[in-house]
């Protein structure tokens, strides 16, 4: 049964007995999004819904819901974007499960928007000091539609974080800008 201009419910049936349930919409509401955003050729669901035999499976495991699926995402030439890239493009899309599976898979959820009593997780697996916090690193995708930003409005968005960029009055002054790329840098290295 097709679930959207890009999925099939096939795509997301158990792997180990062919078995499915029904998706969440809100989770391929987001893949359509982020099919659109990577301007991707195709999105790959490596794995769906998750039966109870399912080796792979827990029993509060957000594919056995149909909150979750573990993707690969293709480019226009035949490559794959990385597992940082999909995880990048996730987080801004608003998945709130997002897990890295290196080089070039990534799991993601709606655990964010959806019933889900498991939040052991956000983010990549990994503990410690390479727990991943954000995956944004501004890179630029061929889908994503940018959007300028006037000066005022960087000013605005500067001085709500707490830095005296001035008023946001849109001229970038010496001192305005020389007080901006402090900001900027702060921000940039946090």
Not at 50 to 69: F, M, Q, V
Not at 140 to 145: I, L, Q, S, T
Not at 165 to 179: F, N, Q
Request: with cysteine; charged share 20%; hydrophobic share 35%.
């Amino acid at each position: 049964m097709k679930l959207s201009d890009h999925f099939d419910s096939s795509e997301f049936a158990c792997k180990c007995c062919g078995n499915s349930i029904v998706m969440s919409k809100l989770l391929i509401e987001r893949l359509e999004k982020m099919h659109s955003y990577m301007n991707a050729k195709a999105i790959y669901i490596n794995s769906g819904y998750r039966c109870s035999n399912n080796p792979y499976g827990t029993k509060t495991d957000a594919h056995r819901l149909g909150l979750a699926a573990d993707i690969r995402v293709q480019k226009q030439d035949g490559t794959y974007y990385t597992s940082q890239d999909i995880a990048e493009v996730a987080e801004r899309i608003g998945f709130g499960g997002i897990g890295l599976m290196l080089p070039d898979s990534c799991h993601i959820d709606t655990r964010d928007s959806e019933q889900y009593s498991n939040n052991h997780w956000f983010g990549n697996e990994s503990t410690g000091e390479n727990f991943i916090k954000t995956f944004q690193r501004g890179t630029k995708f061929p889908g994503e539609k940018s959007k300028e930003v006037s000066i005022s409005e960087l000013q605005q968005a500067l001085n709500a974080h707490g830095y005296n960029c001035g008023a946001a009055d849109g001229i970038a002054g010496p001192m305005t800008t020389a007080a901006m790329i402090k900001a900027l840098s702060e921000l940039w290295l946090r």
